[in-house]
């Protein structure tokens, strides 16, 4: 589904990214993690174009979605992004946050957008926050609301940057559970993530970067339990240690 | 009052820099230039002392102060250059003293009336910039500084307003542009600055396409300068995390 | 001084109207509101090309408002009252020539604060906008714009006393605005400049600072201080 090919990207005269090359295949969750600045989120944020690459290809579902000239636009629409911040929309109700898209992008009549949203909302927990603002939600709920505006667009990829790094701890779990919800439906997902449980309980692979190379691929159960690169065993220690702070 | 050019719309000349660019014509818009830029060198060193005793009036905690400060700054930028200039020229003067009076006339009147204005309108803009500078230095700064036994002035000067400094600095300088476009509402009471020069030769030639372009070049190139300074001190002073 | 605004009230308010044209006050107020009216959607047009990814409309922009925030009010009044004419072909009245000079001055400044409304968003809300696969003006129009709208509301009210106070510059042209009446009115009276040039103070007063404190409101009310500022 993902082909990514020898992709370099460079900000100034920092190599951001170096020759990275994987894929992922229909159906598979893939975590990405690495300390921080080794250019995971930047890597997650060249697959839908929200950063620009030096060179190298990406294709997703075979098209190259850095080929000047695609219409972006209606690529990005079948890609699901959930972001760090939530970026949820503060000036539209949940149900507006949700419906957006769907209603613009995909002509969706209104009373037919409102259904699905609501059946998104009801999926993630949500259904009796329909009408409250952003601004009236805990980070959790707005977490899980910006999964559900994602998932509106019916999209076959869905990508997470971090998606519970900005959390209070005792909310990353309600958000962690709608991501082992839809993982385990067979949604193709890329996730950015500190959270090491849910990548050993959720991952088909895990892919450790440091420094804008990949540096070890390996099943969940490989990279905790014998990681082989000496990078990928420091940052285990690190996040395993009570005293190297709070994971993440 | 200017009169409407609209009769000889049709016949208007073709540009001729070379009128505005010597002779007598030049020479007006030049004396015009020098003055201009006296109103604003002038104003500009008579307003920041006052803005920054109005701004500490505004911060003291003396409410009386406070309120005097406040009174000040709303009462005066809330009516427009022009009428302060009408207020200074026409209305003032008969309340000075004879002699008083009689020194005014026997200097440029027009010019000083137009100072006072200037000065007056340009310091209360510039107090609440220098207010909210101070203002964004953290207040445990003026705590730790009055801590160590120093007085409210004292501490004013030595720990806040140079920390202050690098916040208000850039907005001064803007309000240091809106001065030198307001330097040309002097032609109202007929100070002979370069808008009213402008205008002059603009009668006098029937020129007025010649003269403006001069004026507009000419206030422009201040203004840049002005804009460039501020840029220039954003980027070599920036502001300090504290 | 009860006297003086017993007899030109009127006067003072709303001109020689009925028996001539309206002036006074009246035609301050109807000239500023106009003026902000109008140089609202230029405003917006310019303040979007300002920030638009698009350099070819960004620069000239850019220098279109630099020019006219470089020059003065009066500048741009003296140029539309020499250059309305020829280029219409027929004699303009001073409020029409007062009028655009006041949109051309304020669509620039509208634009500066149409521009620090957009900024003063956090970058993710159209990064995030656009990852949905709307369109740059399609994520401007629906996400971006309705919220940096509701911060500038403060600024466009304080940009309406602005206008207020710029509309005195119709005096030297001639325009029958309150300043112009006024100095009609001292010229009648004559023995009283003091107090009729305080009664214009006065009037401007309230109006603008009725106007200031109504934006410190809005601002409270709707951006609890995180509203946004634009260096005049």
């Known amino acids: 589904m993902i082909e990514i090919e020898k992709v370099n990207k460079w900000f100034g005269s920092y190599h951001a990214l170096v020759d990275i090359s994987e894929s992922v295949g229909k159906g598979e969750v893939v975590v990405v993690c690495g300390p921080s600045g080794s250019g995971k989120s930047t890597l997650i944020r060249t697959l839908n174009r929200l950063e620009p690459i030096r060179s190298g290809r990406i294709l997703i579902d075979c098209h190259d979605i850095h080929r000047p000239g695609l219409d972006i636009n209606a690529f990005r629409s079948r890609i699901g992004f959930v972001f760090q911040q939530f970026n949820l929309f503060p000036h539209l109700d949940v149900l507006g946050n949700c419906t957006l898209a769907p209603i613009r992008l995909r002509g969706l009549k209104p009373a037919e957008a409102r259904e699905r949203a609501l059946a998104l909302l009801d999926r993630v927990g949500l259904v009796h926050k329909a009408h409250a603002y952003p601004a009236e939600l805990s980070g959790g709920q707005q977490q899980r609301v910006a999964i559900a505006r994602a998932l509106a667009m019916q999209p076959p990829l869905m990508l997470f940057d971090e998606p519970t790094s900005a959390l209070d701890p005792e909310m990353v779990g309600e958000v962690l559970a709608v991501m082992r919800d839809l993982a385990r439906d067979g949604m193709t997902m890329v996730c950015v993530t500190h959270e090491m449980g849910f990548a050993r309980e959720v991952a088909d692979r895990v892919i450790f970067m440091d420094e804008g190379r990949v540096l070890e691929r390996a099943t969940p159960d490989a990279f905790f339990n014998s990681p082989q690169h000496p990078r990928a065993q420091q940052f285990l220690s690190d996040i395993r240690s009570p005293f190297a702070g709070a994971p993440g | 009052m200017l009169p409407n050019r609209a009769a000889r719309q049709s016949c208007m000349p073709d540009f001729d820099p070379a009128l505005v660019l010597a002779g007598p014509y030049h020479d007006l818009l030049v004396s015009g230039l020098k003055l201009s830029l006296q109103l604003l060198a002038i104003t500009f060193v008579l307003s920041l002392p006052l803005a920054t005793i109005v701004a500490l009036l505004r911060l003291s905690p003396l409410r009386a102060l406070r309120w005097f400060g406040c009174a000040y700054v709303e009462s005066i930028r809330n009516v427009p250059l022009l009428a302060h200039m009408l207020f200074w020229y026409f209305g003032a003067p008969e309340l000075y003293p004879e002699s008083v009076k009689h020194w005014l006339y026997a200097m440029n009147i027009e010019a000083i009336s137009a100072v006072i204005a200037l000065t007056l309108y340009t310091s209360a803009f510039m107090s609440e910039d220098i207010r909210s500078g101070i203002r964004a230095v953290p207040a445990v700064q003026f705590e730790a500084g009055r801590a160590m036994g120093f007085g409210f002035l004292a501490t004013m000067r030595l720990v806040i307003l140079p920390q202050a400094t690098r916040v208000t600095v850039p907005p001064l300088i803007s309000q240091t542009l809106n001065l030198w476009k307001g330097t040309s509402i002097a032609t109202v009471i007929g100070v002979s600055e370069l808008m009213y020069q402008a205008a002059q030769v603009e009668s006098a030639s029937f020129r007025s396409f010649e003269a403006f372009v001069f004026a507009t070049l000419a206030y422009l190139s201040v203004s840049l300068l002005i804009t460039g300074a501020a840029s220039w001190y954003q980027h070599r002073y920036p502001v300090r995390p504290t | ?232």
């Open chain 3, 1 to 232: 001084m009860i006297e003086l605004i017993d007899t030109y009230w009127l006067f003072f308010l709303v001109g020689q109207y009925p028996n001539g044209p309206l002036g006074g006050l009246s035609l301050t107020l109807i000239l500023a509101s106009l003026g902000l009216v109008l140089a609202l959607p230029l405003g917006l047009l310019l303040g979007i090309a300002r920030v638009s990814p698009f350099a070819a409309l960004r620069w000239p922009v850019t220098a279109v408002i630099f020019v006219v925030r470089g020059t003065p009010l009066l500048m741009v009044v003296f140029w539309a009252y020499f250059s309305l004419p020829v280029l219409t072909g027929h004699k303009t009245d001073q409020f029409t020539t007062m009028l655009v000079a006041l949109v051309v001055f304020d669509a620039v400044y509208l634009a500066e604060i149409v521009r620090a409304g957009i900024k003063s968003l956090p970058a993710g809300q159209m990064e995030c906008a656009r990852s949905l696969g709307l369109s740059w003006l399609g994520a401007m129009r629906l996400v971006v714009l309705p919220q940096a709208l509701r911060h500038m509301l403060p600024s466009l009210v304080n940009q309406f006393v602005s206008t207020i106070k710029e509309t005195s510059l119709g005096y030297i042209i001639g325009l029958t605005e309150v300043s112009f009446i006024a100095a009609q009115i001292n010229t009648q009276v004559f023995t009283m400049p003091m107090q009729v040039y305080l009664i214009l103070g006065l009037t401007y007063f309230t109006l603008c600072f009725g106007l200031s404190r109504f934006a410190y409101w809005l601002d409270r009310r709707f951006n609890r201080g995180a509203s946004i500022r634009v260096a005049a």
